[in-house]
């Protein structure tokens, strides 16, 4: 395995104790006498603060023009268009890319933050208006270091202060009363638990919070409920209309579950499970999944296998994004090692459109099971997920 691998391995087993808890995490005194002076403050009235924001030409800007592949093999091109004049806000919180030489990223946009947000969070500037703040994240570095025994000084609080900024600076200049949707994944996600549990629960801005989609992660939940453990009055989302819950899961693929050292859908705790919320089924059992996925791979990491040939025999495609319709299904499914999205692939080896995607963490040819489909959870959903946005919405704006 890769270092790069083996550090990213590394931060997501430990995202949820580090960022989920009741309060940002306290380092001990022997990470304190490792720890940098503390950094000052970002001032997030500067855009250049922030990957995405409405109006702008910037890493959320662009043609999201998908290639539409039938199981009869024809191609055909679906136009994207943001709106301008979405009635409802999205704030998003990107997971662990930054490849900067250090323990926390900078506050400079690179490629892997600005591909990142194009591929996870842009795609909802149909339905909201799109805010992405640029945050002082744990980078892969700091993780290679941390595997190999040499650890780079880290402020893990540092991460979760720049959000909560960000988010203030929004609440207080941009906001101006629209609901929101929390949009997030991987250590993303896990600063957004944070940030719910610290500053949205039991206060006036939960009654603007239309949900939470906190993708790639292990949510604490009791067994049998749907609220009570990472949160004490957000519950799990079971209706494309509920409002003011949330939508959260890991996806493996059916044909290979979670092995007993997963990386997700577990959590400590006898009585308690990680929640799982199927987008393509919000009610329970299995739906069809709206999926838009990369044309040469997630764009998340490059420990991934390149894609087979969409159809057979091969065609150009000349979009970033391919949908195959009929193709992925899906259904929460829980066992002796983990709560979990199950993908199940329905396709036909001997039709013209391919019957496998890739999305598995593979390196030298091996795939690793532990990660499950980590690298595509979000892409997988993307359609459902913006459907179910654009129904929270009208139920939002009826009772506000």
């Not at 931060?11 to 808890?21: E, I, K, L, N, V």
């Amino acid at each position: 395995m890769t270092r790069r691998l083996l550090l990213f391995a590394f931060f997501c087993a430990r995202a949820t104790s580090t960022f989920a808890q009741a309060q940002p995490p306290s380092p001990t005194p022997s990470q304190d006498a490792a720890k940098p002076a503390a950094a000052a403050k970002n001032d997030y009235s500067n855009p250049d603060d922030w990957l995405c924001l409405p109006g702008r030409h910037d890493a959320c800007f662009g043609d999201l023009s998908t290639t539409v592949i039938s199981a009869e093999g024809k191609l055909t091109l679906e136009p994207w268009s943001a709106d301008p004049n979405a009635p409802i806000d999205c704030f998003y919180v990107y997971p662990t890319v930054s490849k900067v030489r250090a323990g926390n990223s900078d506050m400079i946009a690179r490629m892997e933050e600005k591909e990142v947000a194009r591929r996870q969070f842009a795609r909802f500037g149909s339905k909201c208006r799109l805010y992405a703040p640029i945050y002082r994240q744990a980078t892969v570095t700091a993780l290679r270091a941390a595997v190999i025994g040499v650890p780079l000084p880290v402020d893990r609080v540092l991460a979760y202060s720049d959000v909560v900024d960000a988010w203030n600076y929004y609440l207080a200049h941009d906001n101006h009363g629209r609901g929101v949707v929390l949009v997030g994944h991987s250590q993303g996600a896990n600063i957004l638990t944070a940030l719910i549990k610290n500053e949205i629960e039991g206060k006036p801005i939960q009654s603007q919070i239309i949900s939470a989609l906190l993708l790639g992660t292990s949510l604490p939940v009791p067994k049998g409920k749907d609220v009570g453990g990472a949160f004490k009055s957000m519950p799990l989302c079971h209706a494309a209309t509920q409002i003011g819950c949330v939508i959260t899961y890991s996806s493996f693929r059916a044909t290979s579950p979670p092995p007993a050292n997963t990386r997700f859908g577990k959590v400590p705790g006898e009585n308690m499970v990680a929640g799982c919320t199927n987008p393509a089924a919000l009610g329970g059992g299995s739906g069809d999944l709206h999926a838009y996925l990369g044309v040469h791979g997630s764009g998340v990491s490059t420990d991934e296998a390149e894609p087979a040939p969409w159809v057979n025999p091969p065609q150009p495609i000349n979009t970033s994004f391919v949908s195959v319709p009929g193709m992925l299904s899906a259904e929460c499914v829980s066992d002796a090692n983990g709560s979990y999205l199950a993908i199940t692939i329905h396709g036909d080896p001997a039709g013209p459109r391919t019957s496998e995607i890739s999305g598995d963490v593979v390196v030298n040819g091996r795939i690793f099971p532990d990660w499950g489909l980590h690298l595509i959870d979000v892409h997988l959903a993307m359609g459902n997920l913006l459907d179910i946005v654009a129904q929270q919405t009208k139920s939002y704006l009826r009772s506000h």
